[in-house]
């Protein structure tokens, strides 16, 4: 899952959405300087990536990527997963999606202490660019498979993917569908037990 799919995911708490959002940044166990709702956000991400790597449908989504993009194939099947959520979002919320990522840029500004290095000098690119809202279309994917390759430092190809999304389509956002039902479920029963 990608950073729309992990805020969605976090339920209505906005520390525990910017922790699984900057969870990335976050290595090892060494993050008790957070507050916990943050923390509890960290864990949740962690228990996210856990269900979704395993998971014989987003497995089958990275099989169809694999002899072109080796280990990025997961990362680039977040993208498409999260280009599902925003295109399909009235079919998960109530809330118009550009209400929704704005809630949650606004919460980034108000909790900025809160963020880790990483997250604080990604913040103006994010809002400015507006990546979230960006996901709902096939140009906005496009944008950020070359971002992410330019990030790279090994020639990822990530930027080629998009011909991958607009031939298997269909396919990708079937098992996108089916997946994100249970990862819904599985993520409600996390955040439960934090």
Known sequence: ??????????????LMKIGNF??????????????????????LHREIDTF?????????STKRLHANYHHYSGI????????FLAKNWENYSDEKLEDFTERFYQSL??????????????L????AQNW??????????????????????RD?????AIAELNTYYTEFETEFTAFFEEIKIHSNQKIQTL
């Open 1 to 14: 899952m990608n950073f729309l799919a992990h805020i969605y995911l976090s339920g209505d708490n906005d």
């Open 132 to 153: 979230l809202l960006s996901y709902q279309t096939i140009e906005g994917i496009e944008n950020v498979l070359a971002k992410m390759d330019n990030r790279m430092k």
């Open 124 to 127: 103006p690119y994010l809002i």
């Open 22 to 43: 900057m969870a990335d940044g976050i290595h090892g166990k060494h993050f008790d300087a957070f507050p916990m709702e943050i923390q509890k956000g960290i864990i």
């Open 76 to 83: 680039i099947v977040d993208i498409f997963y999260d280009h």
């Open 109 to 122: 500004r108000d909790n900025h202490n809160f963020l880790n290095e990483k997250t604080q000098k990604m």
């Open 52 to 60: 979704t790597d395993a998971h014989p449908v987003f497995r089958q």
């Open 156 to 160: 990822s190809n990530m930027r080629f």
